[in-house]
């Protein structure tokens, strides 16, 4: 299956340490070859890069490596396809508006029988099961609230209901964010670590590469990352909880 990674800080953040790492993953220390995609939110805004090549033969996500862009929310993943053919139009993450905000999703799973479940609003511009079930909650969302919910816990329970749902039909792994919080739901596997001072170093598993946060952050800063598996050396990563979603606000998890 797929792999995803993601970030929430309570300050604009570089991914770059993390995805040099998962990057390797997408056909060199892993086989998720079939593409892979990235979102950097920007205030309102939403970046993002796709290529359906294989991410450690990338000249894009080279390039994303080699630029800092800097974001309190990211979310990344990497392919190994198992539903509809490797295309541009099949990478995550998928990308769509509901009450002025970008949402970005991407997705690790199988969903069986997704696909049948009716459309009303939105659709799918690929093949894929992930972005029909994106589709399928998106329109739940906006069938209940027309206008956003007044309270974010509204919200966060709602996403945990229609996850719920949908993982019914298979694994339903995924990140989500409407530019303010960053969703992050584990059917099977999904660990995450919120780095904070005092920091330290951090080595990563997939390459040679280590980052001395001490020397890169203020002492304010607090940064979550979450990955389908650690990403790093001799750091305390949380696995999630099966059938549990963690919602991320300013660099720290806020449960439903």
């Not at 979102?39 to 939403?46: I, M, N, P, Q, V």
Request: charged content about 25%; glycine content about 8%.
């Amino acid at each position: 299956m797929c792999e995803l990674l993601g970030m929430n800080a309570n300050v604009p953040t570089d991914i770059r340490f993390s995805f040099s790492g998962l990057i390797r993953r997408g056909g060199q220390t892993g086989h998720h070859r079939d593409g892979w995609g990235i979102a950097f939110y920007e205030g309102r805004g939403c970046r993002t890069f796709h290529d359906p090549q294989a991410s450690c033969e990338s000249e894009l996500a080279n390039l994303v490596k080699s630029h800092s862009v800097k974001s309190r929310n990211v979310i990344c993943h990497i392919r190994k396809a198992t539903h509809g053919r490797v295309c541009l139009e099949n990478t995550h993450p998928f990308t769509r508006e509901l009450w002025g905000r970008n949402w970005a999703f991407a997705h690790n799973g199988k969903l069986k029988g997704v696909k049948s479940w009716p459309l009303k609003f939105y659709h799918p511009i690929g093949t894929t099961d992930s972005e029909h079930a994106f589709c399928w909650v998106l329109d739940q969302v906006r069938k209940r609230h027309p206008v956003p919910p007044k309270s974010e816990l509204t919200l966060r329970r709602l996403v945990r209901k229609l996850a719920d749902e949908v993982s019914a039909r298979g694994v339903f792994n995924f990140l989500l964010s409407d530019s303010r919080a960053l969703y992050c739901y584990c059917s099977t596997e999904l660990t995450w670590l919120t780095r904070r001072a005092p920091f330290g170093k951090a080595r990563l598993i997939d390459t040679e590469l280590t980052v001395d946060f001490s020397k890169e952050t203020t002492p304010r800063d607090i940064v979550t990352v979450i990955a389908t598996r650690p990403l790093t050396h001799d750091e305390p990563w949380q696995v999630m909880t099966r059938g549990t979603l963690v919602s991320f606000r300013g660099g720290l998890p806020v449960r439903c």
